[in-house]
Nanobody, 122 residues
Framework: VQLQASGGGLVQAGGSLRLSCVVS??????IAWFRQAPGEERAFVAA????????YYAESVKGRFTISRDNAKNMVYLQMNSLKPEDTAVYCC??????????????????WGQGTLVTVSS
């Protein structure tokens, strides 16, 4: 299983970016986005299941970010609107058999992409 994230870049505060993640190989139950800012721990951003069902967001991104999937293409997207400087981080997609109680935990995900850098300037 391989994951490839793309779409990062430099954007001004208030702007938008859309990240993409393509999954090759076997797809597990859930796919999520995490981010890691310099000097900080990896943090959960959003998660979705390939089969449908609940979608999960971190409180800090609710109402601004939208996760979606295209099962036919094995693609997952993260639409990020109203970006803030504090959203600056390396964003990674991850795949795993996370269940509701473990969705936000990095340990619930088995496969990780290499990450894409998002920089939001003030």
């Amino acid at each position: 299983v391989q994951l490839q994230a793309s779409g990062g870049g430099l954007v001004q505060a208030g702007g938008s970016l859309r990240l993409s993640c393509v999954v090759s190989g076997r797809t597990l139950r859930s796919i999520a986005w995490f981010r890691q800012a310099p000097g900080e721990e990896r943090a959960f951003v959003a998660a979705i299941r390939w089969s449908g069902g609940p979608i999960y967001y971190a409180e800090s991104v609710k109402g601004r970010f939208t996760i979606s999937r295209d099962n036919a293409k094995n693609m997952v997207y993260l639409q990020m609107n109203s970006l803030k400087p504090e959203d600056t981080a390396v964003y990674c997609c991850a795949s795993g058999n996370a269940i509701t109680s473990t969705t936000v935990r990095p340990q619930a995900y088995t496969y990780w992409g290499q990450g894409t850098l998002v920089t939001v300037s003030s």
